[in-house]
């Protein structure tokens, strides 16, 4: 029984899972994926390819680990250099492709998560906070697009969680993250990769994601988790 | 030496850790440049070229900024490939292990140093801080054997990528010990790791970046008082 030569662990309701699908899917590399029951139930095999975070996803290439959702996406385009460029070729574009990447994952990110795990007047904080942040992303957008210019690349892949995530979010808080008034070009692009073929046909079902994370944020209020 | 077209500037200050990474990423690649010594009110050029974070270090290479100092230390890679050494593994798998790493000490090693700092010398807190410390160490001492591969370094023969994010916590970290009466860098646990420590120290292109530790300490007493009179920026 040969291994199949990309194994991909994941969680169906993980976007950061979804950041590395998309990696794979656009350079057409085909892969095995395996579903993890997280966070409670994690397999043998993950804990041992991942014992540092134990956390997905986790590539595994010819037998070789790695973790990190955006580090694996460099090395997918580092390693099948044929086809599609993730990242832009230029080393000032791609220092500025990873800058805003950190930036989305480290204060955008949180910041969503802060504006939906608080209440009252921390919660009006934390919007605000939250409002800054995305007028900031915007910068790297400006009036292309995509981030990556014309095709979608790297930073289209890290921030589409944020096009998936924040409207889901708004939702269910009742609070306004992204609008007309804070960041326009940044929510056209919502509407714009949400429809690109390749993330519209992958992403999980929003009803039940928008029950998930209802649930998530009951179980938090309540101390569950 | 700058040759025409290829102006670089460091906003940066001699005790910052990742001021000093990119200091020995310029310092491998033998560049030249001028050095814009911040103090503790933050210049004007700062917050104009690094206006979403505000902070040092800032790469300013032709004009264009450059911010975070791992990025730009790939920046400078990339950037400048025949020049001195290659600071990130020519393999993919390696680079992609590096860089894991790199995040992996960015997450745990920074808050551990910020904490420790104000800590009273010998309290039972400093001590449970620094086992914590520790055993963050230890485990990327598991990582120093599987990527040295019996090597002097994490990137092989010479310094790399990682060498670089973890030795420039070197100079807090040794600061701590003297300050705070606690052990890091202990032989039995972190055995290889502590040697490594010393040929990084030793090592040409950080010798002159590294400030002494009894420097650093003096300088922690100042920005320890400079933090208890001024409001968080």
């Known amino acids: 029984m040969a291994e199949k030569e990309v194994k991909l662990f994941g969680n169906w309701a993980s976007t950061y899972t979804l950041r590395v699908e998309w990696a794979l899917k656009l350079k057409g590399i085909e892969y095995e994926y395996v579903n993890e029951d997280i966070p409670f139930n994690k397999s043998e095999e993950l804990l041992r390819l991942n014992p540092v975070t134990k956390k997905i996803p986790v590539l595994v290439h010819n037998g070789k680990p790695l973790a990190e959702s955006l580090v694996i996406i460099e090395y997918i385009d580092d390693t099948w250099t044929k086809g599609y460029s993730i990242m832009p070729k230029d080393p000032y574009d791609r220092a500025q492709a990873r800058f805003w990447a950190k930036f989305a994952d480290d204060k955008c990110m949180s910041a969503m998560y802060s504006v939906s795990t608080s209440s009252g007047e921390a919660q009006q904080k934390m919007l605000q906070e939250a409002r800054e942040a995305f007028q900031i992303l915007e910068q790297a957008l400006g009036s292309k697009k995509f981030f990556g210019g014309d095709q979608i690349g790297y930073l289209d892949l890290a921030i589409t969680l944020l096009a998936f995530w924040i409207p889901i979010l708004e939702e269910i808080v009742s609070v306004s993250m992204v609008d007309n008034e804070n960041a326009p070009l940044l929510k056209e692009w919502f509407t714009r990769i949400l429809d690109v073929d390749m993330i519209k046909t992958s992403l999980p079902p929003r009803d039940k994601m928008y029950e998930l994370s209802k649930q998530r944020r009951e179980q938090f209020f309540s101390g569950q988790i | 030496m700058t040759s025409e077209g290829n102006e670089i500037k460091l906003i940066g200050a001699w005790p910052s850790p990742f001021v000093m990474r990119v200091r020995i990423a310029l310092n491998l690649k033998k560049l030249g440049y001028e050095m814009l010594e911040e103090t503790f009110k933050k210049s004007e050029l700062l917050l104009k070229s690094n206006p979403v974070y505000k902070k040092m270090p800032v790469l300013i290479h032709d004009g264009k900024p450059i911010c975070e100092s791992m990025i730009i230390v790939e920046y400078i890679d990339e ?52 086992e914590k410390l520790v055993a963050t160490l230890q485990v990327i001492e598991e990582a120093f054997e599987k990527c040295s591969k019996g090597q002097s370094f994490f990137g092989g023969n010479n310094i790399g990528y990682l060498d670089i994010a973890l030795g420039s916590c070197l100079a807090w970290i040794k600061a701590l010990e ?41 300088f922690a007493k100042v920005l320890l008082s400079v933090m208890a009179t001024t409001p968080a920026n």
């Not at chain 2, 025949?82 to 960015?106: C, E, V």
């Open chain 2, 79 to 130: 950037t400048w490939t025949s020049d001195g050494a290659s600071i990130l593994p020519s393999d993919s798998y390696d680079r992609a292990i590096a860089r894991f790493w790199t995040a992996y000490i960015d997450n745990k090693i920074p808050d551990a140093i910020s904490k420790l700092r104000p800590m009273v010398r010998g309290s039972v807190e400093a001590e449970a801080e620094a």
């Open chain 2, 178 to 218: 003297k300050m705070v009466e606690i052990k890091i860098l202990i032989k039995e646990k972190i055995p290889g790791l502590v040697s490594w420590s010393e040929r990084f120290c030793a090592h040409d292109a950080v010798r002159e970046v590294m400030p002494e530790t009894d420097k650093m300490v003096e």
